[in-house]
């Protein structure tokens, strides 16, 4: 009713697009979940600047439906959780994914302005 000139449907744009983001990366359950649903059209790719739960940006590296880098930015700091679908490695901090019911998770305490690169093992 707002909107009279097609093709544009504010709910059905927006959510297309928070559709995709989701698909990507998803922050619930305190959790940031990196390519939870990734298509298996979408081989190898890259998305940058997703801001996750806690105030946390991420940007996302992948090849072959799988991580190769992760780059998390924490804005604010605090403890995070990263949630994946392979084991990785956060090198700065000599941490490895430890293997879950539903993938792999590593945990450490952010720095406020630090950012952190996870990698594929």
Same mark, same amino acid.
């Given at each position: 009713?707002?909107?009279?000139?097609?093709?544009?449907?504010?709910?059905?744009?927006?959510?297309?697009?928070?559709?995709?983001?989701?698909?990507?990366?998803?922050?619930?359950?305190?959790?940031?979940?990196?390519?939870?649903?990734?298509? =298996?059209?979408?081989? !190898?790719? *890259?998305?940058?600047?997703?801001?996750?739960? &806690? +105030?946390?940006? /991420?940007?996302? #590296?992948?090849? =072959?439906?799988?991580? !190769?880098? *992760?780059?998390?930015?924490?804005?604010?700091? &605090? +403890?995070?959780? /990263?949630?994946? #679908?392979?084991?990785?490695?956060?090198?700065?901090?000599?941490?490895?994914?430890?293997?879950?019911?539903?993938?792999?998770?590593?945990?450490?305490?952010?720095?406020?302005?630090?950012?952190?690169?996870?990698?594929?093992?």
């Amino acid at each position: 009713m707002f909107d009279a000139h097609p093709p544009f449907q504010i709910d059905g744009n927006f959510a297309g697009t928070a559709g995709v983001t989701e698909m990507l990366l998803q922050s619930q359950n305190n959790e940031i979940h990196l390519l939870p649903a990734l298509p =298996d059209a979408w081989k !190898i790719g *890259a998305v940058k600047g997703l801001v996750a739960r &806690g +105030n946390f940006e /991420v940007d996302i #590296n992948w090849n =072959d439906g799988k991580i !190769i880098t *992760a780059k998390i930015l924490a804005k604010n700091g &605090g +403890n995070c959780v /990263v949630r994946t #679908n392979q084991p990785v490695a956060l090198k700065q901090l000599n941490l490895k994914s430890t293997p879950s019911v539903i993938g792999y998770t590593i945990s450490f305490k952010a720095e406020k302005g630090k950012v952190y690169l996870i990698q594929s093992l």
